[in-house]
């Protein structure tokens, strides 16, 4: 079991660095999310324990959704939710299924819970779904499927999602961890929601820390039928979302137009860069399709992921190089402003030309 291994912020000299690692929102937080967090505490200032409950934040999630906040349940972050579905239904002697290049959390919440991680294939990096069926035993406990996927950013579409679902035995837990979903068409990414409403099997996680430029608060969610949220609420820390942080969620919910600014600035930053990479084709350089605020970058020429990444950090920025997902000859990089990947894209091309 190896530790979760976060985005760095600095280069190894020490330097401060521009993060482009941890697929941080390049807009940083909406002034109303930001107003809720500097307003302060009330007279008792932060004695009192927060609403264990996230009544509010609950509510306000619903209503943006078209849930019920009943099935909701709220978290440090989606990462505590997803350790504590594996918690929840599976233990020694369980087998739990994620893809080969998915999120390193996945491994981590089955091994500390001492059931058997099993790896599938992916299919040009992008999750298979008859690659999971296969896997399936009667050891299959839960099924993780990050869509979008990270770190690769593919998106497995919504009729494949419920032939995977069809698939399944009704006592195994689907695990959508949607981390990446406002990136995506709101239509698009609402079909999990549908399916969880549906069936008595599926768990749809989101984050505050994406989109919304709410990491630092470590906020998430889930939504699912009543009986697996009674699950999660059961072992869930008590308390375990602040004060502040429940009000910043709120209002940051309430500021669509910040959600809506930022899609349409990656999209846009997005599909420039990706055409900016494929310009390099014939050195090697490929971009996965990425659906998310994060393009991995591959090179499969003379010139490696790993001389990138430190080209990149010498030049100023810091980005993520995955040896140890079993991705040596890829990085990670998220869409940040449209100068920063200007000058992001300079140094790529600048290295794999100077190498030809």
């Known amino acids: 079991m190896h530790a979760y291994v976060p985005g760095k912020s600095k280069g190894s000299d020490g330097r401060a660095l521009i993060k482009l690692s941890a697929n941080e ?57 997803l350790n504590l579905i594996a918690q929840g239904y599976a233990g020694v002697g369980d087998e739990i ?148 942080g429940q009000k910043a969620a709120i209002a940051a919910l309430h500021d669509q137009d910040f959600v809506t600014k930022s899609r349409a600035m990656n999209a846009a930053g997005l599909a420039q860069f990706t055409a900016d990479m494929a310009a390099l084709s014939n050195h090697g350089v490929r971009v996965v399709p990425s659906a998310a605020n994060f393009a991995l970058v591959l090179f499969e020429g003379q010139v490696s992921a790993e001389t990138v990444y430190h080209a990149l950090m010498d030049g100023g920025y810091i980005t993520r190089h995955l040896p140890n997902q079993g991705l040596a000859h890829g990085v990670r990089i998220t869409i940040g402003t449209p100068e920063q990947m200007a000058e992001v894209t300079a140094i790529i091309r600048a290295c794999v030309e100077g190498a030809a």
């Open 25 to 81: 929102n390049p807009l940083g937080s909406s002034a109303a999310a930001l107003s809720a967090l500097t307003q302060g505490h009330d007279a008792l200032g932060a004695a009192p324990y927060p609403d264990p409950d996230s009544t509010a934040l609950r509510e306000a999630i619903g209503t943006l959704h078209g849930l019920n906040p009943a099935q909701i349940v709220c978290g440090t972050g989606s990462d505590e939710l």
């Open 97 to 244: 299924i994620h893809v080969r290049y998915g999120f390193a959390v996945y491994d981590i919440a089955t091994r500390r819970i001492g059931a058997t991680p099993v790896v599938v294939a992916d299919s040009d990096y992008a999750t298979d779904v008859d690659a999971i069926l296969a896997a399936v035993t009667d050891k299959t406990r839960v099924v993780f499927v990050a869509n979008p996927n990270n770190p690769t950013g593919t998106l497995t579409a919504s009729e494949d999602i419920r032939r995977l679902h069809a698939g399944l035995r009704g006592d195994i837990v689907l695990v959508l961890d949607q981390a990446y979903a406002e990136y995506l068409d709101p239509a698009e990414a609402a079909t999990a929601f549908v399916l969880a409403g549906e069936a008595d099997n599926v768990l749809v996680t989101r984050t505050f820390s994406k989109i919304y430029g709410l990491a630092a608060e470590r906020i998430g969610w889930a939504f699912g039928a009543d009986a697996l949220i009674a699950t999660l609420n059961k072992i869930r820390g008590p308390f375990n979302v602040t004060t502040k």
